[in-house]
C-alpha cells in the first residue's frame, strides 16, 4: 500500500566515523539557508505582535520586542470579536468533519465492496466532484442556500463543505477498501453479516491510519476554508476565523501590533494541530495522489 | 429493523450506504455547477422573482464590452503559467534535496511545509503587513541594507502587484509540490542509483535517467493539481488586493464573484464562470482519462 510507503521512516542514522561528503554538507547548509527564510515571516508576524505600536515604528523587523506588549493580544481578542469566530469555526468544524467523514467513508465502502452496475461510473461522477472548482459556483451556491432558508446558519455552511469535502475521501478510501483481501469480509458475508455490520466492524477499524490522516487534513481545510464562508455567513455574528481576520485587517490595519496578534491567533490552532499531527498529514496528502 | 428482508439486499445496502454522500453532493456541488450555467444565460439581479432569458447577451458582454474581463483573463494565465513552473520546480528542489539523509531532515521538512497548513487568508494578512510600504519587513530590510532605490508600494504599483501577490503564493504553496515529490521519490528504486554510481555516473546522470523517469507520474499529478488550484486563486488575492490597484491583480475567479455578489449581476457572473469552468474541464477531463487509463493497464 503507498501509504505506508509514503511514511515509512528511512533511518536517519548516520554511520559513524563515515567521512561528510562534501556535496551534501554544502546541501545541508542551503536547505537551512532556505528553510530561514522559509520562517522568517513567522518570527516576523509574531514579534510584530509582541510589541507595542511606537515600538513597531521605531525598532527593525527582527529586533526582539524590548518588553512584551500582551494588551495587542487583549485588544485583538476583543475588537476581532474572536470569542465568536472562534466557536463558530470550532463548531462547523467538529459537525462537518467527523460527519462528512463517516459519510464518504459508508459511500466508499459501497462502490469498493458491493457489486452494482455502473459502479465504475459512479465513482468517476463523484470524482469529478474533486477536481471542478466551487469558486465558480459561489453565486449559485449563495441562491441555493438563500432559497433554502439557510443562510447564516450552521447547517446552511455544513452541507456545501460536505459536498465539496466527500469526492476527495470517498476517491481516497475507495483505494483502500479496494486493497482489502477478499477472504475477509467473504467469511462474515457467509456467516449472514449485512454490509452495515461488515462496513462497521471491518473496514472501519481496519481503516484507523486512513481516516486519521483524512481527518486531520479536512480539519485544517475546514478550519481554513474563506470562499463559501465569505458568501454564506452574512452576518458577522456567525462568521468564522478566516472571516474575521478579513474584516479585523479592513478596520484595524494601521494598529500593526493588535493586527498581529489577529494573525497569531487565527494561525496558531492549524499550526498546533500540525505540530501535533504532522505524520498525519503527510500521508493523507500522499495516499491517493501517488500510487506506489 | 436491519434484519428485515427488503434490507438483506445487497443492492438496497449500497444504496443506503451511498444516499447521504450523493443527496448533498447533487444538490450542493452538481446543481450549483448546472445553475451557474442557467444562470449565464439569463439576468438576474439575485432578489427579483423573474429570470429573464437573454440568450447569449452575457456572453456578449464579457467578451466584448467589458475591458475587466480580458485582464482577469490575462492574469489568470499569467498566475497559472508562474504556478505551474516556480513552486514545482523549487518544491523539485527540495524533495531531492530533502530525500538526502541529512541531519535534522524531518525538521526542515516541516518548516518547508508549514505555510500550506496556514489559511490562504491569514497568509494574505500577513504578507500584506510584510509588503506595507513604510513599517513592513521588505522595505525595512532594503532600508537597512542601504537599497533604498529598491523600495516600492509592493502592493500599491499597479506593474508589480501581481507578482508581488504570487511571491506570498509560492512561499505558502512549494511545500505542496514537495511533500508529492518526496512521495514520489520513494518509488525511486535506490539500488538502480547505487548501481548507476559505481559504474560511475555522476549525480546529474543518475538524476536525468534514473530519478526523472520514475518521478513522471508523480510529475503530472502535482502539474494538473497545481493547475487547478491555479485556476481558481480567490482567497490569497481577496486577502490582498481585492483585485487592485485598478484591477491589476483581477482574477477570473474573483471577477464572477465580484459581479454577482457585488455588483448584483447574477448572469455577467455567471458566464465569467463558465469560462473559467471550461477551461478546468479541458484539464481535468484529459487527466482523468489517463488516470483511467493508466488504472486498466495490466
Known amino acids: 500500500m503507498s501509504l505506508t510507503k509514503a511514511t515509512a521512516p528511512i533511518s536517519d542514522k548516520r554511520v559513524p566515523g563515515r567521512r561528510y561528503d562534501p556535496v551534501l554538507v554544502a546541501l545541508w547548509i542551503a536547505l537551512v539557508a532556505i528553510a530561514a527564510i522559509w520562517i522568517a515571516p513567522f518570527v516576523f508576524i509574531l514579534f510584530t505582535s509582541l510589541k507595542s505600536n511606537a515600538e513597531v515604528m521605531v525598532s527593525s523587523a527582527f529586533a526582539l520586542p524590548t518588553s512584551v506588549h500582551w494588551p495587542n493580544f487583549e485588544g485583538a481578542w476583543r475588537n476581532g470579536d474572536f470569542a465568536s469566530t472562534l466557536l463558530n469555526s470550532t463548531i462547523i468544524s467538529f459537525v462537518k468533519v467527523p460527519l462528512g467523514l463517516l459519510i464518504s467513508a459508508m459511500a466508499a465502502y459501497a462502490l469498493a465492496r458491493i457489486q452494482l452496475r455502473r459502479r465504475k461510473a459512479l465513482l468517476l461522477f463523484i470524482l469529478f466532484g474533486a477536481m471542478i472548482p466551487f469558486q465558480v459556483m459561489l453565486a449559485p451556491l449563495f441562491t441555493l442556500v438563500n432559497q433554502l432558508g439557510l443562510i447564516d446558519t450552521y447547517v446552511g455552511i455544513i452541507l456545501p463543505y460536505l459536498a465539496f469535502g466527500a469526492p476527495y475521501q470517498v476517491f481516497i478510501l475507495h483505494g483502500f477498501f479496494s486493497a482489502v483481501p477478499k477472504e475477509l469480509s467473504e467469511a462474515a458475508l457467509i456467516d449472514g453479516a449485512s454490509h452495515f455490520t461488515i462496513f462497521r466492524r471491518i473496514f472501519l477499524p481496519i481503516s484507523l491510519p486512513v481516516l486519521a490522516a483524512l481527518l486531520i487534513l479536512d480539519f485544517v481545510n475546514t478550519w481554513n476554508e474563506f470562499a463559501m464562508a465569505l458568501v454564506i455567513l452574512q452576518d458577522s455574528s456567525m462568521w468564522t476565523l478566516p472571516l474575521g481576520l478579513m474584516s479585523f485587517q479592513g478596520q484595524f490595519s494601521s494598529d500593526y501590533g493588535q493586527m498581529n496578534a489577529a494573525i497569531v491567533m487565527t494561525v496558531l490552532p492549524a499550526i498546533i494541530i500540525y505540530l501535533i499531527f504532522q505524520r498525519y498529514f503527510v500521508s493523507g496528502l500522499t495516499a491517493g495522489a501517488v500510487k506506489a | ?298
Open chain 2, 1 to 298: 429493523m436491519l434484519n428485515s428482508r427488503i434490507l438483506a439486499a445487497p443492492r438496497v445496502q449500497a444504496l443506503i450506504l451511498l444516499s447521504p454522500v450523493l443527496a448533498v453532493y447533487v444538490v450542493f456541488a452538481i446543481w450549483p455547477m448546472i445553475d451557474v450555467i442557467i444562470l449565464s444565460f439569463q439576468k438576474w439581479n439575485g432578489l427579483s422573482d423573474v429570470r429573464e432569458f437573454v440568450g447569449f447577451a452575457n456572453y456578449e458582454h464579457i467578451f466584448f464590452r467589458d475591458a475587466v474581463y480580458w485582464v482577469a483573463f490575462k492574469n489568470t494565465v499569467i498566475w497559472t503559467v508562474l504556478s505551474v513552473i516556480f513552486p514545482p520546480a523549487i518544491g523539485l528542489l527540495l524533495a531531492l534535496g530533502l530525500n538526502e539523509q541529512l541531519f535534522g531532515r524531518g525538521a526542515l521538512r516541516a518548516v518547508y511545509y508549514l505555510p500550506v497548513i496556514i489559511a490562504p487568508i491569514a497568509v494574505a494578512t500577513m504578507w500584506r503587513w510584510m509588503y506595507d510600504p513604510f513599517f513592513g519587513l521588505f522595505n525595512q530590510l532594503l532600508t537597512d541594507s542601504g537599497l533604498q532605490n529598491l523600495i516600492r508600494d509592493w502592493l500599491g504599483d499597479r506593474t508589480i502587484a501581481l507578482y508581488s501577490v504570487f511571491v506570498a503564493h509560492t512561499w505558502q504553496s512549494v511545500g505542496f509540490s514537495m511533500v508529492l515529490f518526496l512521495a514520489g521519490l520513494q518509488s525511486v528504486d535506490r539500488s538502480l542509483i547505487e548501481a548507476a554510481s559505481i559504474d560511475g555516473t555522476n549525480r546529474w546522470q543518475s538524476f536525468r535517467h534514473v530519478t526523472l523517469p520514475a518521478l513522471k507520474p508523480t510529475l503530472t499529478i502535482v502539474l494538473v493539481l497545481t493547475t487547478i488550484n491555479s485556476l481558481k486563486a480567490f482567497d490569497i488575492v481577496y486577502g490582498m488586493t481585492q483585485g487592485g490597484p485598478a484591477q491589476s491583480t483581477q482574477m477570473l475567479a474573483l471577477w464572477a464573484f465580484t459581479q454577482a455578489m457585488q455588483i448584483f449581476d447574477f448572469g455577467r457572473g455567471g458566464a465569467i464562470s463558465v469560462t473559467l469552468l471550461i477551461i478546468t474541464l479541458a484539464i481535468v477531463v484529459p487527466y482523468l482519462r489517463w488516470t483511467q487509463r493508466e488504472e486498466d493497464r495490466p
